[in-house]
């Protein structure tokens, strides 16, 4: 009369447990790494849409705008943040008499990206072109 018993028994359970609290703690900073790498990306195209409105704005005008709320892009970046609200944008700094320009992208020290401002904390964009960010990571761009 041997009766096998079905199911887990607490041990097994523990060791089960254990496993997944590894893999949590190499999976959770692995995801958060990537989702700041991932929001970059919002820098990356308010500078850029910026860097285009100058153009036009330097074609019909002669020289390059020293306010966001002269170019023509969306209504976020005229206010000063980026489109997701990740960064906050400068407003342009003017050099040669209007005939440059470079405009910065900083992460809010508040909100989803401020734990990004050591890897990459601000991004700067002129009117050549030139990208370049300040930071630990050499990547940022």
Not at 25 to 30: E, H, M, Q, R, S
Not at 77 to 104: C, R
Not at 108 to 137: F, R
Request: proline share 2%; with cysteine; hydrophobic share 40%.
């Amino acid at each position: 009369m041997n009766r096998r018993q079905k199911g887990l028994t607490l041990v097994e359970l523990m060791v089960v447990v254990a496993v997944m609290a590894v893999l949590a703690a190499i999976a959770y900073p692995l995801y958060t790494n990537q989702t700041q790498k991932a929001r970059r990306a919002d820098a990356k195209v308010a500078l850029e849409t910026i860097a285009l409105a100058q153009e036009r704005y330097y074609t019909i005008n002669g020289s390059y705008a020293a306010a966001l709320s002269s170019l023509q892009v969306s209504g976020d970046i005229q206010g000063g943040n980026s489109d997701e609200g990740y960064y906050t944008i400068a407003a342009p700094t003017l050099s040669g008499g209007g005939q440059g320009f470079s405009v910065t992208a900083t992460v809010n020290s508040s909100g989803a990206q401020a734990g990004d401002a050591p890897n990459c904390g601000s991004y700067t964009i002129d009117q050549l072109g030139t990208k370049t960010a300040t930071g630990s990571a050499s990547n940022c761009w």
